[in-house]
């Protein structure tokens, strides 16, 4: 069938479906030019101009492409699609821009209503909230103020971490703000996948995994249990929460504390939360989150809890012994800092509406009142006999070859170790047959890798 012979409606699909992505992205971007074609004409000219009506939105067809795929799943409005249109200029259709560096001649500089940024590399011109307000409401207060709600950090463009605004000078009015698309976005209309952010000095959290599955996971019966409220919550949160309606009374969001020695499983267990649930846990360094800047440390952290509510993430705080100790005493600037870099992420951790894992060996060091704030807290005990037998079996798989000496019964109910004392103890033996020119495990490299362990212990007693 010819395309001629197609319906008009028909035909747009067809024609979307071929040309994909790419013929999507340039309709897009051919509607923002005949846009910003409009608005200066109209600008200039100081005739009226209702720009949506001139200029409609094409349309889109869902499974043409990522672009209008998220379009289409977000119910971006017309203007929305125009903002983040303007954000993806620079990286798609620079030169689509240019018409915003015409200078006013009566002035002798570039005219402020176009708004626009400084760059470092970039040629061209990278836009500002200023030019999103401009092509959409061109003069119009009335107008601007709506540009100015639908660009607030609690609308759907920033909260989802779609566009990013960023304004280097807070005194600086809000529209001076540079507009962006987000890393991840970005990578999504470009290659149809979204990438997970990676860690750096600004994102401090690293996406926590694990090769092993639910069943090896070795725990106390009540410990399991507790650890399956919480997947429960994960599953659940949204009749609790909306359809019982008990949001009206409880605080949204699930925080739990892992405590207890070291090795017991409680970042293994943090990890297999996530795998069972379907979610992203991102552990957060602390270290690596205090920053000596004023300022940095809250930017840092605001990053990573609002990628973390927007994507529905876990977040994991490993270590966070930190966080609870009682507040120094301020005896100087540096306490005084450090002190109010605890108080706003404990703020922050308790206004998470997601699931906050926190994970300390020690419980003692916890002050009351945050304890309180707690909705879980999970004690991680040291393995028993028989749960030492099956960490045994489990660490040593099914394709390690053992001597026949080799007495794993005798090991649990001999040894006392934690799960993680046992993976390096398997570790030693494993080396030490191999060195050895033995393909099979020896009940005496197992005893030497316990010895090890038990003296590193004694060591830290
Ligand atoms: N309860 C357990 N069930 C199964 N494997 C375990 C268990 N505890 C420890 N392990 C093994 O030991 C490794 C280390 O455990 P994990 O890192 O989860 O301990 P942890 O409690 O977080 O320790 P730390 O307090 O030192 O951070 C795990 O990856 C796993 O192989
Ligand atoms: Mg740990």
């Excluded at 602390?286 to 004023?294: F, G, P, Q, R």
């Excluded at 952290?301 to 973390?308: C, G, R, S």
Aim: aromatic share 8%; glycine share 6%.
């Amino acid at each position: 069938m010819s395309i001629g012979a197609v319906k008009p409606a028909e035909q747009v699909i067809t024609l979307q479906l071929t040309a994909g992505n790419a013929g999507c992205l340039q309709q897009e971007l051919d509607w923002l030019a005949r846009c910003i074609e409009l608005r200066l004409h109209s600008y200039f000219q100081q005739q009226p101009l209702l720009l949506l009506q001139q200029a409609p939105p094409p349309p889109l067809a869902a499974g043409s492409g990522s672009y209008a795929d998220f379009v289409l799943t977000q119910q971006l409005s017309a203007p929305q699609r125009l903002i983040l249109l303007l954000a993806l200029a620079p990286h798609l259709q620079p030169q689509l821009l240019d018409t915003f560096f015409v200078r006013n001649d009566n002035l002798a500089r570039s005219f402020t209503e176009f708004g626009g940024c400084s760059s470092k590399q970039h040629q061209g011109f990278l836009p500002s909230a200023q030019t999103a307000a401009f092509l959409l409401a061109g003069n119009d207060l009335a107008g601007r103020l709506q540009v100015i709600q639908l660009l607030q950090s609690e609308q759907q463009l920033c909260r989802n971490n779609i566009i990013c605004l960023r304004l280097d000078a807070p005194d600086e009015p809000f529209l001076s703000a540079q507009l962006s698309v987000s890393a991840e976005y970005l990578q999504l209309f470009y290659s149809g996948s979204r990438q997970k952010p990676d860690y750096n000095s600004h994102f401090p959290a690293k996406l926590l995994t694990t090769a092993l599955s639910w069943q090896e996971l070795v725990l106390p019966s009540e410990v399991l249990a507790d650890v399956e409220h919480i997947i429960g919550w994960l599953q659940h949160q949204h009749t609790v929460m909306q359809d019982w309606q008990l949001g009206r009374s409880i605080k949204p969001g699930y925080r739990a504390l892992f405590y207890g020695p070291p090795g017991t499983g409680k970042t293994l267990t943090a990890s297999l939360i996530g795998r069972q649930t379907g979610a992203d846990v991102y552990r957060i360094d602390l270290s690596a989150v205090v920053s000596k800047y004023i300022g940095e440390t809250e930017k840092n952290l605001a990053t990573v809890f609002d990628q973390a509510q927007a994507r529905q993430w876990i977040l994991f705080f490993d270590e966070a012994d930190a966080l609870f100790g009682k507040r120094s005493q301020t005896s100087n600037s540096n306490d005084r800092y450090a002190n109010q870099q605890v108080s706003y992420l404990l703020q922050r951790i308790e206004d998470f509406p997601g699931v906050v894992l926190l994970a300390s060996n020690l419980k003692a060091n916890i002050d009351e009142a945050f304890a309180r704030r707690f909705q879980a807290m999970v004690y991680f005990p040291l393995p028993e006999v028989s749960e030492r037998l099956r960490l045994w079996r489990h660490l040593l798989g099914s394709k390690v070859q053992l001597a026949a000496d080799v007495d794993l019964s005798y090991l649990a109910h001999e040894f006392e170790l934690s799960g993680g004392a046992m993976t390096n103890v398997v570790r030693y033996a494993a080396v030490a047959a191999l060195l050895r020119g033995d393909k099979a495990i020896a009940q005496a490299d197992l005893l030497q890798g316990i010895n090890r362990e038990r003296r590193k212990e004694g060591m830290m007693v």
